[in-house]
């Protein structure tokens, strides 16, 4: 496996049990709109301690909060950004 990028990463928590159907909503969204240039990219933590929470590399972290928080199964984002260990800890990358 190899490392994450570097980038600005943040923890978002979804509504319990509901990632995938949050990830679906996310998808279409980046889809539909403009949210391209915000979410760059996208990784869901394998350990089950994290499985209402989705790793999102953002290039805006006001704007992409803005579009996030309308979206369905959305509960919060940490506002501050992780560091690349916790990133590749959280993905079980050694």
Same mark, same amino acid.
């Given at each position: 496996? !190899?490392?994450? /990028?570097?980038? @600005? ?16 909503? $996310? =998808?279409?969204?980046?889809? =539909?709109? !403009?949210?391209?240039? $915000?979410?760059? /990219?996208?990784?869901? %933590?394998? =350990?089950? +301690?994290?499985? =209402?929470?989705? *790793? *999102?590399?953002?290039?805006? *972290?006001? +704007? +992409?909060? @803005?579009?996030?928080?309308? *979206?369905?199964?959305? !509960?919060? @984002? /940490?506002?501050? %950004?992780?560091?690349? /260990?916790?990133?590749?800890?959280? $993905?079980?990358?050694?």
């Amino acid at each position: 496996m !190899q490392l994450v /990028e570097k980038g @600005i990463w943040h923890l978002v928590t979804v509504r319990s049990q509901k990632r995938s159907l949050f990830l679906k909503v $996310l =998808d279409k969204a980046l889809k =539909d709109s !403009q949210l391209q240039e $915000l979410v760059l /990219e996208i990784k869901t %933590p394998k =350990d089950s +301690a994290y499985k =209402d929470m989705v *790793l *999102l590399r953002l290039s805006n *972290l006001k +704007a +992409a909060s @803005i579009h996030l928080q309308r *979206l369905e199964y959305f !509960q919060g @984002i /940490e506002r501050r %950004p992780l560091s690349r /260990e916790q990133v590749n800890r959280m $993905l079980g990358v050694r």
